[in-house]
């Protein structure tokens, strides 16, 4: 089945850039998503990116998609103590309205 | 986008008993969508509930543990059944609206049973 895998955990210092990684195996979905999670909050749409492209840009937000090696990234430029988070990827299951998350990065931005 | 909203947003209930959990969009639309997120983990999707049909459960959650109901297209519940210790977790719904297969998330029910 589809498998979405994402680093647990990444800390860095406020001010710094943060490279949040999603790789996947099913290569089929139009579009894949991130998503943010604060403490005791639902998900929270960051940002998507279309499967025909490379790169999409949204202010701070910065989303690479390597198709070749079914990777995703997540730039958040000039990281922020509210960016504290945890992040999903996501991404829709092949032929089905179904999504199929990563793991979830737990961001950490030290002061 | 979709402006969705949930009841409770959390609970502390006792073995055996059941919640049934409220999800509120503002807008009508046809897929709506309950998942679990236990402790530390990901978001796992436990049914599919469309209006006027029978919700479509995934492997694993079966109609008598989690009975949903899709009145109308603006408004859905989830039942936990005859709770357990295991049965803690958070409960999202969430629904797919616009042109870019995207899904909207409520802000999630905190359940801990006890």
């Known amino acids: ?111 | 986008s979709a402006v969705i909203s949930q009841k409770p947003s959390r609970d502390i209930c006792q073995r055996g008993t059941s919640l049934t959990i409220q999800c509120q969009v503002d807008s009508q639309v046809t897929m709506m969508f309950w998942y679990r997120q236990q402790p530390g983990q990901s978001l796992t999707l436990i049914a599919t509930a469309n209006q006027g049909s029978e919700a479509t459960y995934e492997s694993g959650f079966v109609i008598d543990k989690f009975p949903i109901s899709r009145p109308n297209l603006t408004f859905s519940t989830l039942t936990v059944s005859n709770m357990s210790p295991e049965d803690s977790s958070i409960y999202l719904c969430s629904v797919e609206t616009g042109s870019t297969d995207t899904q909207y998330f409520g802000p999630g029910t905190r359940l801990t049973v006890l």
């Open chain 1, 1 to 111: 089945g589809e498998d979405v895998e994402q680093s647990l955990f990444l800390s860095v210092r406020e001010g710094d850039s943060s490279v949040i990684n999603c790789t996947y195996t099913d290569s089929s979905s139009t579009y894949l998503y991130w998503y943010k999670q604060e403490p005791g909050a639902g998900l929270q749409l960051l940002t998507y990116i279309f499967s025909n492209m490379d790169m999409k840009q949204d202010q701070r937000l910065t989303v690479l998609l390597n198709k070749k090696d079914k990777h995703l990234s997540l730039r958040i430029a000039d990281t922020q103590t509210g960016d504290s988070a945890i992040y999903f990827c996501a991404l829709r299951s092949s032929g089905t309205y179904k999504y199929i998350f990563g793991t979830g990065t737990r961001l950490k931005v030290l002061a």
